[in-house]
């Protein structure tokens, strides 16, 4: 193989979900994924692989469209993986999003108009062709960097296409409570924290989430909260009461004389700063019904111009850690934009209804394979060396110290190139010589 055998060492842990021929396939496709330089399609990482000669490139794309194996199930693997890394006694923090792959041609299956969020204003809503995909990932911190890792995926489908496929419509905020259901139940023994936007604040993944699942995300200012219903009295006719009297919404309040403001500091987007908060425990009863919920109305948040209201189903949490969990989310919008510059989430040509299904979340998946790779195996090489230009001297100010996944992936495929050649030179009566020039080159 061309990768590097440590990365194909890791592979291994998904053999069990193939055949013997589909888990050959697959580990050239990741590999030569990963290693492919240009656009990322099926057959330029055949031939990154070094493996255009091993079988028909028909055999590549029907692993795509026709093999018999599941993304839940690789998924669930890598989740297992990362869960067995971190401390036992503490919650995993985990991400739910979208994203726009915008793709081209009207026989592309599934692909439909949605709002692009990157070229749409407030005022004006541009619209691109495409798949929508609701994403599920796990955060993990190192090398003093929130990085969220890919393990579930849905594909979304618009009513248009549900009807013309004649399917079930089912919104995302369905298709993510879907996975949290999945995850929570594969890891049961774990507490979990699910932090989303705005978009995922509804009944679908706040009143019937599973019950290891806390829930942060974002709430309005004009939010309907009530007051706790108050207790039965003796004697009292008719059905309880499920929440009490209306209070006034969270921008209300902020903007009342002699709100409780609180001063704190937190650590958000890789810094400490200095905001205000307001703390409202009520009831939100369109979302959560009649439990209880923490709302924190921040003010003077990094990269927010007005205030803002965050929530979370535990009372308890306090309120610095609210607001440092919600920040978490925006490590899938760095995921997102690496996936899509340097492994192509966008470039593959597959038009069928499976090979759509799969192949943007294989690539997702890859990210998640590499970040793994050197925090395992990679950190500790001589490849993970930054090279040595001017802005990675330590005399620079400020200094490089936190790897970016281009880092990553850089490092993986040096290693890539270094172990190939020099296993090519030893198979020679000629001595090794040095391969910095060569290593550059490629």
Not at 9 to 18: G, H, K, N, R
Not at 410 to 421: F, G, M
């Amino acid at each position: 193989m061309a990768i590097v055998g440590s990365f194909l060492a890791q592979l291994q842990a998904f053999e069990p979900l193939f055949t013997a021929s589909s888990f050959r396939t697959f580990q050239v496709l990741a590999c030569g994924w990963v290693l492919a330089l240009g656009r990322h399609t099926v057959t330029t990482a055949v031939r990154s692989a070094n493996a255009a000669q091993w079988k028909h490139i028909r055999s590549f794309h029907r692993f795509f469209s026709r093999a018999r194996w599941g993304l839940d199930q690789l998924g669930l693997v890598l989740a297992r993986r990362i869960d067995g890394r971190l401390p036992k006694d503490l919650p995993l923090v985990l991400v739910l999003d979208d994203t726009l792959g915008r793709r081209t041609g009207k026989k592309v299956a599934y692909a439909s108009m949605h709002r692009d969020p990157l070229l749409s204003t407030r005022v004006r809503h541009i619209f691109s062709w495409g798949h929508l995909w609701v994403v599920l990932g796990i955060t993990v911190r190192m090398f003093d960097k929130t990085f969220c890792l890919p393990v579930l995926f849905r594909l979304y489908r618009s009513e248009k296409v549900c009807a013309r496929n004649k399917c079930a419509y089912r919104t995302m905020p369905e298709l993510g409570a879907d996975l949290i259901a999945l995850l929570a139940k594969a890891l049961s023994h774990r507490a979990l924290i699910l932090v989303g936007d705005g978009a995922y604040s509804n009944q679908a993944l706040v009143k019937h989430r599973p019950a290891n699942v806390t829930v942060v995300g974002r709430s309005r200012l004009d939010a309907a909260i009530y007051a706790p219903p108050p207790p039965r009295q003796p004697g009292q006719m008719g059905r309880p009461r499920v929440r009490g009297v209306k209070l006034p919404a969270p921008g209300l309040q902020a903007n009342a004389k002699g709100a409780a403001w609180q001063s704190l500091e937190v650590f958000v987007y890789g810094r400490t700063v200095a905001v205000k908060a307001l703390v409202i425990d009520a009831l939100w009863y369109s979302v959560s019904g009649g439990q209880q919920m923490r709302l924190v109305v921040v003010r003077d948040f990094p990269g927010h111009e007005r205030d803002d209201v965050l929530f979370s189903t535990d009372v308890s949490l306090p309120v610095t850690d609210v607001i440092e969990l919600y920040a978490k989310r925006w490590s899938i919008e760095v995921t997102f934009q690496e996936t899509k510059g340097k492994l192509g989430l966008e470039q593959p040509r597959c038009r069928a209804e499976r090979a759509v299904e799969r192949t943007a979340p294989f690539t997702l998946l890859l990210y998640t394979l590499v970040v793994l790779w050197y925090a395992k195996t990679g950190c500790t090489l001589r490849s993970a060396q930054p090279p040595k230009a001017p802005w990675y001297s330590p005399r620079s100010r400020p200094a490089k110290t936190q790897p970016a996944f281009s880092d990553m992936l850089a490092t993986l495929r040096r290693a890539s190139w270094a172990e190939r050649l020099s296993t090519s030179a030893a198979k020679t009566t000629m001595s090794k010589k040095p391969f910095t020039p060569l290593l550059a080159c490629l």
